[in-house]
């Protein structure tokens, strides 16, 4: 997260979660130095008035207010929130032609006491990558206010923001999102494997999001995961409520009664995929998977610590030694995972594949096994071919535009399809048709 200190007229903006975290009070009134341009509007919502973006750009105006009033329908239950914004937010983006962009020139954020409560005031620029992420951060951060201050009625400049932990505010944000590429699941599941895990002190401990992309990858995915277990229905949410009711006390001395233990994290790390075994990939994610499932590495005797790498279809032809199998073992549980989670249509290929290996290593069958994996590999071929069949007539289709009941695209294509089939079977035969394309394609 940026924590660089930027200036704007009176007001200055530090990232919300810096350390120490103080709230910067507002003594006496500031006034921009400058009006905005007549161009520049401001959005709020009719049921959140306390939400509000800046900017020249009003479709972005709107999906900030829509995403303020979307943070706060998720969170709502499981915070126990009730419908009205307490705290402030105002987002201000600013595009190419914003004056401030001038002085301002990436993501920051401060927080201003407003008698018995507070305002986030936010600028980024439309450009942002994060910019989505940014903005989230600040909603998900003042709904928490409403609870970890539930109790407080005034606000100024010894108020301590960082009671709000750093990875309950990223946990929650992730948990709203979804991880179509299972980036964090990986993370964790690779950190598990390798016992590079961080330990639950560690994940509570952070500040702050690094600025480092993958650094940062890392501590979201294992906040998400802190956030994900305690907020499980059933008695991990109570226990969840009753730590969070518990800062709006006074002391919050029982806060740790109701926290998880470091054991519980470890074993909460080790079946976080779990959790996500019913979630099937697509059938391109499967196809990648696989590719990757299918490489073994292992060492190449004990005389030779050299580390090798080969196809799982090479496997019946080198010597069966320790490592190798070894290797082959880890391949075999891997693709199982895989299984239960792949694209129906790579079902038989794994479910061979996984058959072969697992014969070769129980009952060393090098001959049944061999042609197991000969009949994967050709099924492979095959749903690869007939997968990319299927995208050149539907790319063929869109082209055509032709959306009658009735049509004969589909003979036409399979007619020329045939054509282009039996030209490139024969090496002597030269291939006018591709010559074509790719002379059309090179005009184009």
């Not at 924590?3 to 006034?31: C, E, G, H, M, Y």
């Not at 994940?203 to 305690?230: N, P």
């Not at 060393?364 to 095959?382: C, F, P, R």
């Given at each position: ?24 009070a507002q003594d006496t009134p500031d006034t921009p130095a400058a009006s905005p341009p007549p161009a520049v509007s401001t959005a709020t919502s009719d049921d959140f008035p306390q939400v509000s973006c800046t900017s020249t750009d009003a479709l972005a105006c709107s999906d900030t207010v829509q995403l303020a009033s979307d943070t706060r329908d998720q969170l709502a239950t499981l915070l126990n929130l009730g419908p009205t914004w307490r705290f402030a937010v105002h987002i201000h983006i600013m595009t190419p032609d914003d004056p401030l962009l001038a002085k301002i020139d990436r993501e920051a954020a401060a927080v201003f006491s407003q008698g018995s409560t507070m305002k986030i005031e936010a600028v980024l620029p439309s ?318």
């Amino acid at each position: 997260m940026n924590r660089r200190i930027v200036s704007f007229a009176a007001l200055t903006f530090v990232s919300l979660v810096s350390a120490p975290a103080l709230l910067r009070a507002q003594d006496t009134p500031d006034t921009p130095a400058a009006s905005p341009p007549p161009a520049v509007s401001t959005a709020t919502s009719d049921d959140f008035p306390q939400v509000s973006c800046t900017s020249t750009d009003a479709l972005a105006c709107s999906d900030t207010v829509q995403l303020a009033s979307d943070t706060r329908d998720q969170l709502a239950t499981l915070l126990n929130l009730g419908p009205t914004w307490r705290f402030a937010v105002h987002i201000h983006i600013m595009t190419p032609d914003d004056p401030l962009l001038a002085k301002i020139d990436r993501e920051a954020a401060a927080v201003f006491s407003q008698g018995s409560t507070m305002k986030i005031e936010a600028v980024l620029p439309s450009t942002d990558p994060n910019a989505r992420e940014f903005i989230q951060r600040q909603f998900v951060t003042a709904l928490l206010w409403e609870k970890f201050f539930a109790t407080t009625t005034n606000f100024d400049k010894n108020t301590k923001l960082d009671v709000v932990p750093f990875w309950l505010v990223e946990g929650l944000r992730e948990l709203l999102n979804e991880d179509p590429d299972h980036d964090r699941e990986s993370i964790v599941k690779r950190a598990v494997k390798n016992q590079m895990a961080p330990t639950l002190d560690e994940v509570t401990g952070w500040h702050e999001l690094s600025d480092d992309r993958l650094l940062g990858l890392w501590q979201r995915a294992f906040c998400y995961y802190l956030v994900d277990s305690i907020t499980q229905p059933g008695p991990p949410r109570d226990d969840f409520q009753q730590w969070l009711n518990s800062f709006s006390g006074a002391g919050p001395t029982s806060a740790r009664l109701h926290f998880p233990t470091e054991e519980a994290w470890q074993r909460e790390l080790a079946d976080a995929s779990a959790r996500s075994g019913t979630r099937v990939y697509s059938w391109d994610k499967t196809l990648a998977e696989l590719t990757a499932d299918q490489t073994i590495t292992f060492l190449a005797g004990k005389d030779q610590p050299k580390v090798q790498t080969c196809s799982i279809y090479d496997v019946t032809t080198l010597p069966h030694t320790v490592p190798m199998f070894e290797a082959i073992q880890e391949r075999i549980y891997v693709l199982t995972e895989l299984e239960i989670r792949s694209h129906p249509s790579w079902n038989p290929v794994i479910d061979l594949d996984r058959s072969a290996l697992t014969m070769l290593i129980k009952d060393n069958q090098v001959d049944q096994a061999q042609k197991l994996l000969q009949q994967a590999h050709q099924m492979y071929i095959a749903e690869t071919t007939y997968h990319q069949k299927l995208l050149d007539y539907m790319n063929w289709y869109e082209v055509t535009k032709d959306y009658s009941g009735n049509t004969t695209h589909f003979s036409s294509y399979f007619t020329t399809a045939k054509e282009m089939e039996k030209v490139q079977a024969d090496p002597a035969h030269p291939n006018p048709i591709r010559a074509n394309l790719l002379q059309i394609e090179s005009e184009l």
